[in-house]
């Protein structure tokens, strides 16, 4: 079988695990990747480990709309189907940002770069009756034993706002972690919706929460005055590996409505 795979975002934490372990079952890979000097030691790797063109790297920012659209165009240009689409790629921020669009950040690489993706790869995905993934997070529960004031949670969604997203997740009343969590809510609700579309094609669209993984991701949500003791509480989270390996044991979040 051609296992075509792709992961959105694969040079980071999980992302490289999940690349390394798709070309070690046969897939070809297509990762994008903004840190071209990270992607061409992880190519190496995967030569090393799974033999030679396993990997392809396209290079991208899948923070603004063109950059996913290129990547996207490219993958239609050289790849007739799509089997698996895992949309990885995301990001915690510490202040209030916009991306190239205008866009909040959270919403523009958590969830428009995963959604941008996959409607763009319609076709392809169609083709192959694939398989998308797209990497959640619990952060959109409220899964907390000790409650915090002031750090509203299960993330709210202000649904006057979602025809215009460049009103979600505004300047007043930021809270990182709710902007995070935000647009994953507002990825798993897409995906219903794009399940829903795809199912009649043989195409699933899942939701994954991997588990806490220490990954880069994590530094930014430790809390500065818990900087000090971050080894200790890296050490009580998954590592890199066995976030992707929760990924298969676990059942998904399913979106799919078949
Ligand atoms: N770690 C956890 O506990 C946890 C829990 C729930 C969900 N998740 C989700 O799991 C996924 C993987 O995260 P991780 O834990 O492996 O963290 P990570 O090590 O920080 O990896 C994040 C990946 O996303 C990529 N990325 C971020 N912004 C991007 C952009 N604008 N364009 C292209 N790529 C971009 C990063 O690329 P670079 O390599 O270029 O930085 C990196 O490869 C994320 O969606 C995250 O939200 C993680």
Redesign the pocket.
Known sequence: MDLAGRV????????QVIARELAGAGAHVVI????LK?AATLRENVTRDSGPGRLQVMS????AGE?VTCVARRILAEHRAVHLLVN?????FNDHRRSADGLEMHIA??YL?AYGMTVLLKDALRRGGARVVN?????RRDTRRVKLPGRPRPATLDLSALDDLARLNPVEGFVPFQAYARA?LLTVMAGYDLARELAPDGVTVNAV??????????DDLIPAVLRPLSGLIRRS?LT?EQ?PQQLCAWPPTPCSLQ
Not at 209 to 218: E, K, L, N, R
């Open positions: 959105a975002g694969a040079t980071g934490g999980m992302g994008v990747a903004r840190d990270q991208g920012d899948l923070s950059g990885n790629a995301g990001a915690h690489v958590d770069a990497v959640a997070s619990d952060s994953k929460h991997p588990g806490i993984v220490a990954t880069g991701i994590i989270m890199p976030g």
